[in-house]
């Protein structure tokens, strides 16, 4: 460990350990040490610097939280008591017989009273912030020191679930893009799919994503499960207990139809996802509608047939009712969402921009479901990381805002996912907003600039991280800026994202009101253009 003994000799002391709370200390700043924290030479000792303790053959590192002047001198008193807060985070051995020194998260012992501190090298920033021994990926800069880059862990952090936070503009989208594409850059044979509520990232990956929308997919009505069924087809009716249950024992009937003697009928549910045909239903119903022994009022009948008849003949929600009803396409369907096989393109971004309001919940709901079920019953063979835009949307921390179900859903993959391979990644702009049991399965967190006060308070409350003390530089992080804790990176850092090329962007900037109003529309084909793309729901 001569190396890290020469380091030590090199580092310059500028303080002494005064006060220690578990993993959090005090350092008293040595008299002389100038305003801005340097000691002659050396860097400035700044909120998210790193130091270190020499303790018994290790050396522990910790990250400056605070800084401040307890007690401001009177006019003309020599010197000020200045203090350092510490957050301590992980240790370098100085002995032992690995051949080359690395750092680990983690304390084992703790510095003592009096313990000098000292200012962390770019040889220990080096060894700090190097790439573990373990599958990394580049994704940007270390704030302290722009020389260095910054990785992640990639089984650690899809492994565990992450999320991206940060308010409106300041880069999440980009963050996004930057970390899956270099991700998928060393692994071409991955399975993503990102539920692209804005329509934002089909540009972002080029040929290595295909890109689903209602006019080149499908997602067949009896995939759904009842209840998501249920919430399309019969929404707000007065009479939807009554109806719920005509609806449910027809399509029961009409999956035991289709399946005949192929299989046991008596397995077939109204869940098992089992084909069935719209003649069969139709017939059904007539025969109930017209049958005396139902005890059901015959318009009941006729209501929900013709919601269902509605529902088919409505162009908005053809992915869902396709012409040929009742074929058999689940293999197919799987294999366009989940990429089997990946044939060059590992991604599968499903664009919901233009998905009916109405039913966008529930699509949403579907497709979790589907990405939990298929994993579940693969078992683990195919790992599958599930990309949520605009979480706070799909699940709500308030309960009795939209479609339950879709919560449900992302919660059971935050909560279980990762026992059957599957990895979350949650992107959302108020994470106040989202349901806590699920950010706080999230073990890596990218938090951006967060300027509300009540969405830093919840970042900070799901998070049981050391290093947590640096989501204090939250409302200050200019764009493109980060705090990343979790397991998904060496070390608790402030990071800087490396940039994007042009057209890898995500369509997700804001429109140039100074620009765009300095010129009329003049066109005589654009209100046409835009009359015609809305009618037919093209985006």
């Not at 409106?168 to 963050?175: N, Q, R």
């Not at 497709?367 to 699940?395: G, K, N, Q, Y």
Request: charged share 25%; with cysteine.
């Amino acid at each position: 460990m001569e190396g890290i003994n020469a380091t030590n000799e090199n580092s310059k002391n500028i303080g002494r350990i005064v006060a220690i709370t578990g993993s959090r200390a005090v350092m008293l700043l040595d008299k002389g040490t100038t305003e801005d924290g340097q000691k002659e030479q050396g860097r400035p000792l700044q909120l998210g610097t790193l130091i270190k303790v020499c303790v018994a053959g290790t050396n522990v590192f910790g990250i400056v939280t605070s800084l401040n002047i307890p007690l401001p001198p009177q006019q003309g008193a020599q010197e000020k008591l200045k203090l350092a807060e510490l957050e301590l985070v992980g240790e370098i051995a100085r002995r032992g017989d690995e051949l080359r020194p690395r750092f680990r998260r983690g304390v084992s012992i703790f510095p003592g009273l009096d313990e000098r501190v000292l200012a962390a090298t770019q040889e220990d920033l080096a060894l700090v912030y190097a790439a573990p021994d373990r599958a990394v990926t580049r994704i940007g800069t270390i704030h302290q020191d722009r020389s260095l880059p910054a990785y992640v862990i990639v089984d650690e952090l899809l492994g565990k679930h992450f999320a991206v936070l940060g308010t409106t503009g300041t880069g999440k989208s980009c963050a996004v893009a930057l970390i899956l594409r270099n991700i998928l850059a060393k692994h071409k044979n991955g399975h993503v799919i990102l539920l692209d509520m804005h329509n934002e990232y089909s540009r972002a990956f080029g040929e290595c994503a295909e890109i689903l929308t209602p006019k080149t997919f499908e997602l067949p009505y009896w995939l759904l499960t009842f209840e998501e069924f249920e919430e399309i087809a019969l929404g707000a009716s007065r009479d939807r207990q009554i109806e719920a249950n005509i609806l449910a024992d027809t399509i029961l009937a009409a999956k035991r139809l289709y399946v005949g003697t192929k299989q046991d009928r008596s397995l077939v549910t109204v869940d098992t996802p089992f084909p069935y045909r719209w003649s069969d239903v139709d017939q059904i119903l007539d025969q109930a509608a017209g049958s005396l022994g139902t005890g059901q009022n015959p318009s009941s009948y006729l209501n929900v047939k013709a919601r269902l008849k509605s529902l088919r003949s409505d162009p908005r929600f053809g992915f869902l009712f396709p012409v040929l009803s009742g074929r058999d396409n689940m293999e197919q369907v799987l294999s366009q969402l989940f990429r089997i096989p990946v044939a060059g393109k590992p991604m599968t971004i499903v664009d919901l921009s233009s998905i009916p309001s109405e039913v966008l919940n529930v699509v949403v709901s579907v497709l979790c479901r589907l990405t939990f079920d298929f994993a579940l019953w693969s078992d683990r063979s195919v790992p599958i990381m599930l990309v949520c835009e605009e979480a706070h949307r799909c699940c709500p921390r308030d309960s009795r805002v939209d479609f339950e179900p879709a919560r449900r859903a992302l919660s059971r993959i935050a909560k279980e996912g990762r026992k059957y391979g599957i990895s979350l990644c949650l992107v959302s702009q108020r994470p106040s907003e989202i349901a806590s049991a699920v950010l706080s399965q999230c073990n890596t967190v990218f938090a951006l600039r967060l300027s509300n006060n009540s969405d830093q308070d919840f970042v900070r409350g799901v998070l049981r991280e050391s290093g947590i003390g640096l989501l204090d530089f939250l409302p200050s992080l200019r764009n493109a800026e980060a705090i990343a804790i979790g397991e998904g990176v060496p070390i608790p850092v402030r990071l800087c994202f490396d940039e994007l090329a042009d057209e890898n962007r995500p369509l997700s900037g804001s429109a140039k009101f100074s620009v765009a109003w300095e010129t009329d529309v003049r066109d005589r084909n654009f209100l046409p253009f835009v009359v015609e793309r809305w009618r037919h729901q093209a985006p």
